[in-house]
């Protein structure tokens, strides 16, 4: 393949930073386990927030980073798999815990649904341009919160005040910290893979 279509193929619109590797199933089975097992183990970057039962964890950065490197389909399946398998027991939700029900539980679910948006969102370029993934990020955070914040309150009977409070505004500064490093790291891969295509 000659390097100028080697370049048209790697910024082909609909395609995600996980495409650039060679396609067959066990590629896609290796992505979804290991986007699952990169989210468990920056999970355990854990520091308690005082007050809160929800911690700072590199959890919620993992889960956007895998969501938007391997797109929809398989940052869902890897998000899927990580929420069962901690569920079932696996102790690799913040700070090793596993089980459903807690109070963070909902972080973990909104997780899911934001890997599955900004996955979406990459396929349509919006890993590609620092301006466009700080507001991938931004949306994929706010998902987050949107299902966890409610999520807390029920488990523990909050209220929105106090969980908006315990579980949204001790995270945005690093929130914003996660989304520097997005935009820093996602634009620069893709400029990487144009220049090694």
Same mark, same amino acid.
């Given at each position: 393949?000659?390097?100028?279509?080697?370049?048209?193929?790697?910024? @082909?619109?609909?395609?995600?930073?996980? /495409?650039?590797?060679?396609?067959? &199933?066990?590629?896609? !089975?290796?992505?979804?386990?290991?986007?699952?097992?990169?989210?468990?183990?920056?999970?355990? +970057?854990?520091?308690?927030? $005082?007050?809160? $039962?929800?911690?700072?964890?590199?959890?919620?950065?993992?889960?956007?980073?895998?969501?938007?490197?391997?797109?929809? @389909?398989?940052?869902? =399946?890897?998000?899927? =798999?990580?929420?069962?398998?901690?569920?079932?027991?696996? $102790?690799?939700?913040?700070?090793?815990?596993?089980?459903?029900?807690?109070?963070?539980?909902?972080?973990?679910?909104?997780?899911? =649904?934001?890997?599955?948006?900004?996955?979406? +969102?990459? @396929? &349509?370029?919006?890993?590609?341009?620092?301006?466009?993934?700080?507001?991938?990020?931004? +949306?994929?955070?706010? !998902? !987050?919160?949107?299902?966890?914040?409610?999520?807390?309150?029920?488990?523990?009977?909050?209220?929105? /005040?106090?969980?908006?409070?315990?579980?949204?505004?001790?995270?945005? !500064?690093?929130?914003?910290?996660?989304?520097? =490093?997005?935009?820093?790291?996602?634009?620069?891969?893709?400029? +990487?893979?144009?220049?090694?295509?």
């Amino acid at each position: 393949m000659s390097t100028a279509s080697a370049s048209a193929a790697v910024f @082909r619109p609909g395609t995600v930073l996980a /495409d650039l590797l060679p396609a067959s &199933r066990a590629r896609d !089975i290796a992505l979804v386990v290991g986007g699952a097992a990169l989210t468990g183990l920056a999970a355990q +970057l854990s520091v308690p927030v $005082p007050g809160s $039962p929800v911690p700072v964890t590199g959890q919620t950065f993992a889960a956007l980073l895998v969501g938007t490197a391997l797109g929809a @389909r398989r940052g869902f =399946l890897a998000l899927a =798999l990580y929420a069962m398998a901690g569920a079932a027991g696996t $102790p690799w939700f913040a700070g090793g815990t596993s089980g459903a029900g807690g109070a963070s539980f909902g972080y973990v679910l909104g997780m899911l =649904l934001a890997a599955t948006v900004v996955g979406a +969102l990459a @396929r &349509r370029g919006a890993d590609r341009s620092v301006a466009r993934t700080a507001a991938t990020m931004v +949306l994929g955070s706010a !998902i !987050i919160y949107a299902v966890g914040v409610p999520y807390l309150m029920a488990a523990t009977g909050m209220s929105l /005040d106090a969980a908006v409070a315990a579980g949204l505004t001790p995270f945005l !500064i690093g929130d914003a910290l996660k989304a520097a =490093l997005a935009m820093g790291a996602l634009p620069a891969a893709w400029k +990487l893979a144009g220049r090694r295509g």
